[in-house]
């Protein structure tokens, strides 16, 4: 006899993945046979213009051995092995995301470091008891990748969690100067690919924020405004 029950329709790779995920970015971070052929350095370095080292380094330098680190979405390439080799093994750094194959590549990647956990969980709702204080809470790409609402969400997650003293480290785009020709190109990329990419050319980082007011926002743009990092920290 067939067994019809629904639960057997559904594939874990795609169990619990938000509507936005599979709707826009299925291929990029969803489809577990494209997430292998993505997952490397190179991919990234196109992507960004030659610019990721760069904009890596901009977390990579907040970042100080001993440090408590949660970064909110799993990245291709080496770049959470970086940031957990630096953080090293008198410290912490947990790594969330919300698809289970970029779940699977992290915890591949990070295996053996056992200051390391790779916990499931939409960034937006990270609690539980992974939890903890941390001295550096890091956004890498991840606000341009969804809707509005969930920007809101996100970064007033982030900054209701940041400790006083930690700092909170937004790596994203940015709205790149007219001369940049570049801007031509993400254009029509965002047009087809990154619909929810606009809104960082439009919106601060801090307007995503309820209590903006409460923070010190320290903004530096890079390649003629195409990206930005933004370092947040509580008012004295
Ligand atoms: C950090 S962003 C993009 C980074 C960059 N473009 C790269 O080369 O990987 C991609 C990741 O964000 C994750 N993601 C999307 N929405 C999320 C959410 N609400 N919470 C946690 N992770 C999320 C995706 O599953 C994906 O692994």
Not at 87 to 114: C, N, S, W, Y
Not at 125 to 141: K, M, N, P, R, T
Request: aromatic letters at 14%; a negative charge; charged letters at 20%.
């Amino acid at each position: 006899m067939t067994n019809n029950h629904p639960a057997l329709a559904i594939d874990p790779y795609y169990d619990g993945v938000p509507a936005y995920m599979t709707e826009v970015y299925d291929w990029a971070y969803v489809d577990p046979k494209w997430v292998r052929a993505l997952d490397h350095n190179w991919v990234v370095r196109v992507l960004l213009f030659l610019n990721d080292q760069r904009l890596m380094r901009a977390y990579l330098n907040e970042i100080k051995p001993g440090m408590r680190v949660w970064q909110l979405a799993h990245v291709y390439g080496d770049l959470v092995t970086r940031a957990a080799e630096k953080v090293g093994p008198t410290g912490a750094f947990h790594l969330t995301d919300v698809t289970p194959i970029q779940i699977e590549h992290g915890t591949r990647k990070l295996a053996g470091m056992d200051w390391t956990k790779v916990i499931r969980s939409d960034a937006a709702a990270f609690v539980g008891e992974e939890f903890v204080d941390y001295d550096l809470i890091c956004s890498f790409f991840l606000l341009h990748e969804v809707p509005d609402e969930k920007k809101f969400e996100i970064v007033d997650h982030m900054l209701n969690s940041l400790p006083k003293g930690s700092k909170a480290v937004f790596v994203d785009y940015h709205n790149p100067a007219k001369w940049q020709p570049i801007r031509y190109i993400l254009n029509v990329v965002n047009h087809y690919l990154e619909p929810f990419a606009n809104a960082l050319w439009k919106n601060e980082i801090s307007s995503y924020a309820s209590k903006a007011d409460c923070f010190t926002w320290r903004k530096r743009t890079f390649f003629g405004g195409v990206y930005q990092c933004v370092v947040v920290e509580h008012k004295p």
